[in-house]
């Protein structure tokens, strides 16, 4: 079974970066289609970013040129560089996994815990 677990979250201000990084254990990771939603209070859970076994990407229109997706098979780990963050990136960030492409839909079996994201004017 596969466990995700995300990490790389907490305060910085407006114009700031984060990277957040996911560590992925057990077989076959590399297999596997991942993404990074995120969610906001009080608001829906939204894809962000997601990537497949080859590395083709996609990135959620409103955050191209800020966030970027990307990962290191060797270490098992998805990462998320934010910049240029705003406040209304505030939100728990998450990774998920799945054995199919689910792009930017939910629908992703396999879920982290989630990391905190918050971000100050």
């Known amino acids: 079974q596969v466990q995700l677990v995300e990490s790389g979250g907490g305060s910085v201000q407006a114009g700031g970066s984060l990277r957040l990084s996911c560590a992925a254990s057990?077989?076959?990771?590399?297999?596997?289609?991942m993404a990074w939603f995120r969610q906001a209070t009080g608001k829906e859970r939204e894809g962000v970013a997601h990537i497949d076994s080859g590395g083709r990407q996609g990135v959620a229109d409103s955050l191209k040129g800020r966030f970027t997706i990307s990962k290191d098979n060797a270490k098992n780990t998805l990462y998320l560089q934010m910049n240029r963050l705003k406040p209304e990136d505030t939100g728990v960030y998450y990774c998920?996994?799945?054995?199919?492409?689910?792009?930017?839909?939910?629908?992703?079996?396999?879920w982290g815990q989630g990391t905190q994201v918050t971000v100050s004017s």
């Open positions: 998920a996994a799945d054995w199919v492409a689910r792009g930017l839909s939910d629908e992703y079996n396999l």
């Open positions: 057990g077989p076959p990771w590399r297999t596997y289609y």
